[in-house]
């Protein structure tokens, strides 16, 4: 009898031991990796290390978040494939990274956005437009938009030895940009060559002369010392406003219980107008900075920089059918653009 009461007791100590894995499973928080390929003092990681920062204290310990910098998992060019898979779960890629899959984030390089100031961009993106991407988010890459985009800033070219004085000296140079169709037609539209070159590969790429010069911010440029690549001059042209596009997959999206996508969202839309400040500030820092290195900037007259946006947007229509954009995103890019300047 006793024996076989002992018996039970063991078989009942052995089922919990092997139930409390299980358990301990069941209660552990949720794994929130993201992926961002610019350094870790880059006004993106702070931003987004920030928010991680905030949320993972909001979760009261059912969320766990961990960012990676400098491209350690995906560079932002591949991100998008590893959101779909799984392979991590929050990401911020640049609008123009992710264009081969969404075309609509070729939105910025139309014509129409061409020398635009930041404040017109964001009432672009704020607005329907932004909308449709989310929308295009969430059905082509399986993720969703937790809020407004965060903005880098204006983006400009930048050289090693070719001086850049005026648009005109942009004819039949290479020019790397971060990827993406429009940067392609608006280079080969200013008689230059285009370039795609991952951002962790601009140091080396610039040393070993493979390209004469590049699309990029001051503030990135000063996150990772290129003046010490060798850049000297910079034609602050305002090509395009550069944007950030905060995303976690729908596989980790639709982990959460309501009340912690409620309070992501809202963490996001709390802090989102700082984190947009603090970035525009970084690139005001980030211009001296780089003229006390030496850079010699130049900046194009609003007339040039108009005349060009004018000459552009003769081609705007075979443009916008080239980069795949939709006409009803064209249609809304146009109407806030011309109300916004």
């Not at 979760?59 to 799984?86: C, H, N, W, Y």
């Not at 956005?113 to 059905?139: C, F, L, P």
């Not at 850049?164 to 993406?180: E, Q, V, W």
């Not at 795949?324 to 806030?336: C, F, T």
Request: net charge neutral; glycine share 8%.
């Amino acid at each position: 009898m006793a024996s076989h009461i002992n018996r039970r007791i063991l078989l009942t100590g052995v089922a919990a031991s092997l139930a409390a894995p299980l358990i301990a499973r069941a209660d552990a928080p949720l794994a929130l990796r993201c992926s961002l390929d610019t350094a870790p003092n880059h006004g993106r990681n702070v931003s987004v290390a920030d928010f991680l920062k905030k949320f993972e204290a909001a979760s009261d310990g059912r969320v766990k978040t961990e960012m990676f910098s400098s491209g350690q998992l995906f560079p932002d060019l591949e991100v998008g494939k590893a959101l779909i898979q799984g392979q991590v779960e929050m990401a911020c890629p640049g609008a123009w990274a992710i264009s081969g899959i969404i075309p609509n984030c070729e939105l910025f390089q139309l014509a129409a956005m061409y020398g635009r100031d930041v404040a017109v961009v964001q009432k672009v993106i704020d607005g329907r437009a932004g909308e449709i991407v989310a929308g295009d988010i969430n059905q082509r890459l399986r993720s969703h938009v937790i809020g407004k985009w965060l903005t880098l800033g204006y983006q400009n070219l930048y050289s090693t030895s070719h001086p850049l004085n005026s648009l005109a000296d942009l004819k039949g140079i290479k020019i790397r940009s971060p990827g993406g169709a429009g940067n392609a037609w608006r280079t080969r539209f200013e008689g230059a060559i285009p370039n795609t070159t991952a951002w962790p590969a601009v140091p080396l790429a610039l040393s070993q002369g493979t390209f004469d010069a590049l699309i990029s911010t001051d503030e990135s440029l000063v996150s990772s010392k290129l003046y010490d690549a060798g850049i000297k001059y910079s034609l602050a042209d305002h090509e395009w406003v550069g944007e950030y596009i905060p995303m976690v997959s729908l596989i980790f999206w639709n982990k959460l219980p309501p009340d912690l996508q409620q309070k992501m969202s809202e963490i996001w839309e709390q802090n989102i107008a700082q984190y947009r400040q603090n970035m525009l500030g970084l690139q005001n820092k980030a211009r001296t900075v780089l003229i006390d290195h030496g850079v010699k900037i130049v900046d194009p007259s609003e007339s040039d920089l108009a005349d060009l946006r004018n000459r552009m947007m003769a081609q705007q229509d075979d443009q916008a059918k080239e980069l795949k954009v939709n006409p009803e995103l064209v249609k809304l890019v146009n109407a806030d653009a011309s109300a916004g300047s």
